[in-house]
């Protein structure tokens, strides 16, 4: 970019009319080059969550859909925190909504018994899966009972024998949250674990966010997905926020390394979370669909 810069000043001062052009042809692809970075990712901003929730719930719907149509079954990651609410109340307003395909992982999850209100697995039971009809065998679970590091070793097995022939499974949709430090999953800042490459789940005993035993989703595993969306709320998280969306490679956070490979990118979030931000968002309205 400080080379073109240069080269800009450059051909502006010699009047060169063939500086000028090759000036205008790098500069046609390096506009390229960034609308094509950016091109995956849409920023959907919405008053509040009450708005919000619902097209989040559709987004859910409409990708298990396409998933089922595409092959046979729809592939959900989820986290925890005020997601398990929003999604739970959202998907069961909808009518006739049919799980019987559906296969449900957690992007991380708590070292502590189903029935600790730490648990993400034990609030989603409670809320959602009790009253939906996804089978058991679909709901992939770790095993609170074992050390953190078999745990993780365990429910790598599970993700595997769920994803069989694929070396890093590729879920259809994860939803994410982001915590005000800007970590995801339980990937903290300045944490090893954010240049994991080998483990798709790894564990984590020393979280700076209580409890500290946790197993995590890696980074391979999240931009593998065929669509990530972020659902982020509140004002406590708009500079955050900020940093994460405009702060380019550069950004310190753990939610701003989460770029698909090949899929799709959403952050679904509100006025309050947005009241930093100077890039350009989209703000739908009513029964919108994304």
């Given at each position: 970019m400080?080379?073109?810069v240069?080269?800009?000043?450059f051909?502006?001062?010699c009047k060169?009319?063939?500086?000028l052009?090759l000036t205008s042809?790098y500069?046609?692809i390096?506009?390229s080059?960034c609308?094509a970075?950016?091109a ?6 919405f008053?509040s969550?009450?708005?919000?929730g619902?097209v989040?719930a559709?987004l ?5 859909e396409?998933a089922?149509?595409s ?8 986290s925890?925190g005020?997601?398990v609410?929003?999604?739970s ?7 006739q909504?049919?799980?019987s395909?559906?296969v449900?992982?957690f ?7 189903f029935?600790d209100?730490?648990?993400?697995y034990g ?5 959602l ?7 058991n065998?679909g709901?992939?679970?770790i095993d609170?009972s074992?050390p953190?590091?078999?745990?993780a070793?365990?429910y790598?097995?599970?993700?595997k024998?769920a994803?069989?022939g694929e070396?890093?499974p590729v879920?259809d ?6 915590g005000?430090?800007?970590h995801t ?12 490459t080998?483990?798709?789940?790894a564990p984590?005993?020393d979280?700076p966010?209580p409890p500290?035993?946790?197993?995590t989703m890696?980074?391979?595993v ?11 709320t509140?004002g406590?998280?708009?500079t955050v926020l ?7 490679k550069?950004s ?6 989460v770029?698909?490979?090949s899929g799709?990118?959403f952050?679904l979030i509100?006025?309050?979370a947005a009241a ?12 919108a669909k994304l």
């Open positions: 400080c080379k073109l240069l080269l800009c000043a051909a502006c001062s060169c009319k063939t500086v052009q042809f500069f046609a390096l506009l080059s609308s970075v950016m995956g990712r849409r920023v959907v901003v008053p969550s009450a708005e919000l619902p989040l559709h859910v719907t409409s990708r298990a396409k089922i149509a092959h046979g079954r729809f592939a959900l990651g989820l925890g005020s997601l609410s929003m999604l109340k959202e998907l069961l307003a909808l009518p909504l049919d799980c395909k559906w449900v992982g992007c991380d999850e708590r070292l502590v018994s029935t209100p730490e648990s993400t609030l989603y039971k409670s809320q899966f009790s009253k939906i009809n996804i089978p065998s709901i992939l679970t609170p074992l953190v590091t078999e745990c070793e365990d790598t097995c599970k993700l024998e994803f069989p070396d890093i879920f949709l994860l939803l994410l949250g982001m005000p430090d800007g999953c339980s990937l903290f800042p300045d944490h090893p674990l954010l240049e994991e080998k483990m798709i789940v984590i005993s979280s966010k500290p035993q946790r197993v890696t980074f391979p999240v931009n593998s997905a065929r669509c990530v969306a972020f659902v982020s509140g406590s998280k708009a900020k940093d994460v969306l405009e702060g380019g550069a310190p956070y753990p939610a701003a390394r770029v698909p490979t799709e990118l952050w509100d006025d309050p930093a931000l100077t890039v350009q968002v989209e703000r739908p309205g009513a029964g």
